[in-house]
């Protein structure tokens, strides 16, 4: 599942190459998508100029005058700038902007979706239904110790299954909350109302680093996520501590790594690093 990094790595390589350009054509060739793709969509943006590209969470957004597309790649989707290419069983949309720049999306399990934003008729972008109950973004300044440590206070779920529904931080992601709660050698399991104000401080910290990281070495190579170009990134190669890698070696203390389910989701932790019951030393060098 492509994750914040991705988008934020997508967004930073299409919006050059589309910003205050003109949408010659829009097709959509198969409007079932998570919610079905507005039918109004051609004659919307047809002739009509993208001012800007910008992420929320883990939505890209084009910027047009009228009104914003909000674009989501679910589960297995990907954009990618094409040459001649007739369209595949899962290539479901295209932005035609002249005959050298055509981007298309495919999405084989179709979890993904394109929606309409109208700046007149449907209020205030953050105000729409699918950005209403996301967290705030990881390296907003808003994001302070003394928030997350409030936001924790009455959160009985674990630490992991907070950081995941990106209702107090968006976008942490799946393989990013195991590794910042693994840099911030926090259990997993410990109940998020447990966390002291230095465990925020280091798990903020941590989400930032992993998010960086990820950012700087082109996303994470799991799924089928390709950037535009159709390259994988190299995150989990480089950098990936924990995620996948249950029974291999810890880094730090070369105890085995652990994976658990937890609500439905794979969790990678080190039991000794991690340990909920150990006192935790701030020298140890991760
Ligand atoms: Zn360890």
Redesign the pocket.
């Known amino acids: 599942m492509p994750e914040l990094p991705e988008i934020e790595l997508l967004k930073r390589e299409i919006e050059p190459k589309i910003q205050n350009r003109t949408v010659l054509e829009f097709k959509i060739r198969n409007h079932k998508l998570r919610w079905p793709v507005p039918d109004h969509l051609p004659k919307t943006i047809v002739n009509q100029t993208i001012l800007k590209c910008s992420r929320r969470g883990k939505y890209l957004l084009f910027h047009f005058k009228h009104g914003v597309q909000i674009i989501h790649l679910g589960m297995s989707g990907s954009l990618r700038f094409i040459r001649d290419e007739s369209p595949g069983k899962h290539d479901h949309l295209e932005w035609i902007f002249n005959e050298s720049i055509i981007l298309r999306m495919n999405d084989p399990r179709k979890f993904g979706a394109v929606l309409w934003h109208d700046l007149e008729n449907d209020g205030k972008l953050y105000d729409n239904k699918v950005f209403k109950n996301l967290g705030l973004e990881p390296f907003s300044t808003e994001l302070t110790d003394q928030y997350l440590h409030k936001k924790l206070s009455n959160k009985k779920k674990s630490i992991k299954q907070v950081l995941l529904d990106g209702h107090i931080i968006v976008g942490v992601g799946n393989i990013y909350s195991s590794e910042s709660l693994f840099k911030s050698r926090i259990n997993p399991l410990t109940p998020a109302s447990e966390l002291s104000m230095k465990n925020c401080s280091e798990i903020i910290t941590s989400i930032r680093e992993a998010l960086c990281d990820s950012i700087d070495s082109g996303g994470s190579t799991i799924r089928n996520y390709v950037n535009t170009n159709g390259e994988s990134g190299n995150y989990m190669k480089n950098y990936a501590s924990v995620y996948g890698r249950n029974g291999l070696p810890?880094?730090?203390?070369?105890?085995k790594i652990i994976k658990i389910k937890q609500n439905g989701r794979s969790t990678y932790y080190?039991?000794?690093?991690?340990n909920l019951d150990k006192k935790r030393s701030s020298n140890l060098n991760i």
């Open positions: 810890c880094n730090v203390c070369n105890s080190c039991p000794i690093c991690q």
